[in-house]
């Protein structure tokens, strides 16, 4: 696909470059992406770029933490689907903590859901609804619903892998009423 090697070059200039690497903007543009990489199936390409650029952005140039937060959390979300589940987690727990330390509080509920999901990859089912649960009356409280569909999902999600279907259809229920 033509789009895909612009892409794959501009992402290449902003973070292969010696010459003038642009760090922040390449990170930007993979994270940007993240729903291409997953629903074309470039797990691992996508997952590969944020990497790259989360390596870079610690030798060479400062990088917001909002953008090294939301490339940890785009990291975990694209290697959670193809098995990769502890280093899933390791990138949630990372995007997690730097949401928590700007005071980012949708980051914050997003990384969460995602880490308790990862948690319900890797078979460790209480850790998981545990913290998938403690994140639903904040959601309930504000004024998104799509953050509190979000979570729901997240939660739902842990209910199905552990089994519990009742729990799961409850929770995937509500959410599919708030996002219609």
């Not at 390449?26 to 291409?36: F, M, P, T």
């Amino acid at each position: 696909n033509r789009e895909f090697d612009n892409f794959r070059g501009a992402l290449s200039w902003a973070l292969e470059g010696e010459a003038n690497p642009n760090i922040e903007n390449g990170l930007r543009l993979a994270i940007a992406l993240l729903e291409l990489w997953h629903t074309q199936n470039f797990h691992s390409e996508g997952y590969s770029w944020l990497i790259k650029g989360l390596a870079r952005s610690s030798e060479k140039e400062a990088v917001k933490d909002s953008t090294r937060a939301k490339a940890y959390f785009a990291a975990g979300h694209l290697i959670l689907p193809i098995g990769r589940d502890e280093e899933s987690r390791q990138c949630f727990i990372k995007s997690l903590d730097i949401f928590q330390r700007i005071g980012d509080l949708r980051g914050s509920i997003m990384a969460q859901s995602m880490l308790g999901e990862s948690y319900a990859h890797l078979r460790q089912f209480e850790e998981a609804i545990k913290l998938c649960e403690s994140s639903i009356p904040t959601c309930r409280s504000l004024s998104d619903p799509w953050l509190l569909a979000w979570a729901l999902c997240r939660l739902g999600y842990c209910h199905l892998f552990q089994g519990d279907s009742i729990h799961a259809q409850l929770c995937l229920e509500e959410s599919l009423s708030i996002f219609e």
